[in-house]
């Protein structure tokens, strides 16, 4: 039927589904109904999706934010996932594996599912992208992971900020990144799903250390050293892994890095406070009502660097702590030292130069070249 002369037909509302109802999974569900989509809430509480429903609140995580009229809620996963064109998970990384195995059967082919975790599992050392493709069963190009400057509070009051949404198929990142964009909200895209999620992992580590040491009592210095360093430590881990390094000198490195080590509100940061005022490991998991990530993260985070012959003093020492076997005031000693050893260069770069190293090791390399060819002299000076 062809509408009146003049009127404008408005497309057709994107249906969104929402897997996790915390802060950051409601927050989401916000921006993505201010931007247009009608959005279903999965909720495991049946209390608090009917709070949601009804009320238009989630006053356990977001006490105060109303949210839109085009947000409602389930606690019934197959109603969620019912009709859905794109699919949000938000539940903690570790419980990942769990929850995805009973959605596997439900989920609407075709629809592209996004992660927006900041973790990696225990045990595997997976990415959150990663468990999603093993235990899904979908193609990676289905697969997008958003990351960015993005504490839950500050979003769900509208208060204006950013955030990258990456896949390997730049056409999922891109129709992802159309839904996730309203008016305080903007999604930028990159393909480099590897650097975009472990930004989203590794600032959680710095920002435990940043709390740290806010905990102790020491000052901007000690805290400007660690972030800035800590930024070093992110750009050489997720490079290994085959990250770009210019990602984490965007919004999915150091946007998130500076937001979170900085902000009371994020949980990375309280945590390592806490633990810098004296608290133990276990006091400070009881006292937090949702889950710090970067908690959960270290252990794996520090295997998948040893593999990799990674150095990460900074996420080493937040592991001791975490342990008992540093005395948080001590999280620093990187900073300082008392031996004799030649100056290390700021950047991995410089320090592979390390003053001369390099013509040595050329010259070996030179010796041995010259006896795998019987002291005929290596191919450069033929």
Known sequence: MTPPRGRVVQPPRPRVTVLGAGSWGTTFAKVLADGGSDVTLWARRPELAKEIREAKRNSDYLPGVNLPVAVTATSDVAAALEHAQF????????????????????????????????????????????????????????????????????????????????????ETAESVARVATNRYFRSFVNTDVIGTEFGGVLKNLIAVAIGIVDGVGYGENTKASIITRGL????????????????????????????????????????????????????????????????????PVLALAQAKGVDMPICRQVSQVLAGTLDPKDIAPHLTTDDDSAPQGERTPDARKDHGGGALRRSFERALDQLRHRGRGSRGDR
């Not at 990250?243 to 009371?264: N, Q, R, V, Y």
């Open 232 to 299: 070093v430590e992110m750009t050489d881990f997720a490079v290994a892994y085959g990250g770009h390094p210019e990602t984490l000198s965007g919004l999915a490195g150091l946007g998130d890095l500076i937001a979170t080590s900085g902000s009371s509100l994020s949980r990375n940061n309280t945590a390592g406070r806490l633990l810098g005022q004296g608290y133990s490991f276990a006091d400070v998991v009881k006292s937090m009502q949702q889950t710090a990530e970067g908690l959960a993260s270290v252990a």
């Open 87 to 170: 699919v949000f998970v938000s539940v903690p990384s570790q419980t990942l594996r769990g929850n995805l195995a009973d959605i596997r059967s439900l989920l609407p082919a075709d629809a592209p599912v996004t992660s927006l975790m900041k973790g990696v599992e225990k045990g595997t050392g997976a990415r959150m992208s990663e468990v999603l493709e093993s235990v899904l069963e979908i193609d990676p190009a289905r697969i997008a992971v958003a990351s960015g400057p993005n504490l839950a509070l500050e979003i769900a009051k509208e208060q204006p900020t950013a955030a990258v949404v990456s896949s390997t198929s730049l």
